[in-house]
């Protein structure tokens, strides 16, 4: 596999209020997730290499409500001046929001992405990302999710979920790497 052009680093929902693990259903998986979103961000950074924040603004009573303070980035991967910010009321990075655009702007056809959650914001961007026809990447350890609970009241540990997301994501809609296979794919742009 081999990349010609520099992809986007779409950064997804890394936000303070998906700290309250009570909230979205207790245990998380990937504890370093944002570390390698973060290891991620500084090669793009080093490389200038087009970066996106994806901000959602969830409503009360989410820690991600607007104008709370779990809304916030998480300071880790927290905006540089000048980085896009692309605000979301939905699953999708897409719907109802200028990703789309800023990024056909940009003449961009790859994209990465790392955040959160696996089974969610993530797992709804890549298979959008995949339908407008974007070569997608997601990032298995700088993606993180949580426990689920099934209707039946089956409790689904975070990395079960976590795994069969990527699995279902893996070669239909996005392909699925690790931070240093990434990053070994990406030395020679």
Request: hydrophobic share 40%; aromatic share 8%.
């Amino acid at each position: 596999m081999k990349i010609k052009q520099p992809p986007a680093l779409i950064l997804i929902d890394i936000q303070k209020g998906l700290e309250e693990l009570e909230y979205y259903g207790g245990a998380r998986n990937n504890p370093n997730a944002e570390e390698n979103a973060a290891a991620l961000l500084h090669f793009w950074r080093q490389k200038n290499f087009p970066v996106f924040h994806i901000k959602h603004n969830g409503t009360a009573p989410s820690p991600l409500a607007k104008g709370m303070p779990g809304n916030e980035f998480k300071d880790i991967t927290a905006p540089q001046e000048g980085e896009p910010i692309v605000e979301k009321n939905s699953n999708s990075a897409f719907i109802n929001t200028p990703l789309h655009q800023k990024l056909q702007d940009l003449n961009i056809s790859h994209l990465v992405l790392v955040g959160l959650t696996t089974s969610h914001c993530v797992s709804s961007t890549a298979r959008m990302a995949g339908n407008f026809g974007y070569h997608t990447f997601v990032i298995s350890d700088a993606t993180a999710t949580f426990d689920i609970v099934s209707p039946k009241g089956l409790r689904y540990e975070a990395s079960l979920v976590h795994e069969i997301t990527l699995a279902n994501l893996h070669n239909e809609f996005a392909a699925v790497l690790d931070t240093s296979d990434l990053i070994s794919l990406l030395a020679e742009i």
